[in-house]
Every structure is written in structure tokens, then in C-alpha cells.
């Protein structure tokens, strides 16, 4: 069994940052790939970013060059700067090995004056 623990979410103005940590624990100590999602209201669940162990990212188009994950052994962030209301969304993490895939439970994300 393995549990990701999200957290850093929160209220943040326009134009500003924040930090994403996602803790990976149980039974497996190293992940393939750890990746970011997010899912507003009404809109389907998309790919922020993705790394790889031997790390190659991914970005998506609305995201590049403001978002930028990181990864510390089973700790993966997403440091978010220039912060746009468009961006408020619930944020998950992934970790995949092979087939077996894992989700965090999510944090809140708002960007509001």
C-alpha cells in the first residue's frame, strides 16, 4: 500500500507562489514517475507536470515557464509562480511503477483577489 500526502495548497493573489509538496510512504520506496494533475469545477483532470527519475519533464502548455517540479528521493514539489485565477483547481499527485498507479487525496488551490 502506498499513500501520497499533498499539502501547500491555499489562497493566493494574483501574480503570486506557491509551494506543492506531495510525500510518497508505504510499500514502495521509488517511483518511475511522480507527476502533478489538477481538476477545476467543471473541467476534466489535466497534466500539469511530470517527472522521471531520470529526469525528463513534462510540462503542460498552460503551465510552462511558471510551474516547476522537483523531486527529492519520494518527495516531489511543484513550485507555482505568477500565479493566474485560471490556475485555481484542486492539485494531485501521481506516482507510477509499471501498471500500479497512485493518487494523493488533493490540496486546494485559489488564485483571488
Known amino acids: 500500500q502506498v499513500q501520497l500526502v499533498e499539502s501547500g495548497g491555499g489562497l493566493v493573489q494574483p501574480g503570486g507562489s506557491l509551494r506543492l509538496s506531495c510525500a510518497a510512504s508505504?510499500?514502495?520506496?521509488?517511483?518511475?514517475?511522480m507527476a502533478w494533475y489538477r481538476q477545476a469545477p467543471g473541467k476534466q483532470r489535466e497534466k500539469v507536470a511530470l517527472l522521471t527519475t531520470i529526469g525528463s519533464t513534462l510540462y503542460g502548455d498552460s503551465v510552462k515557464g511558471r510551474f516547476t517540479i522537483s523531486r527529492n528521493q519520494n518527495t516531489v514539489y511543484l513550485q507555482m509562480n505568477s500565479l493566474k485565477p485560471g490556475d485555481t483547481a484542486a492539485y494531485y499527485c501521481?506516482?507510477?511503477?509499471?501498471?500500479?498507479?497512485?493518487w494523493g487525496q488533493g490540496t486546494q488551490v485559489i488564485v483571488s483577489t
Open positions: 508505504g510499500s514502495e520506496n521509488s517511483f518511475a514517475l
Open positions: 501521481n506516482a507510477r511503477n509499471g501498471r500500479r498507479e497512485y
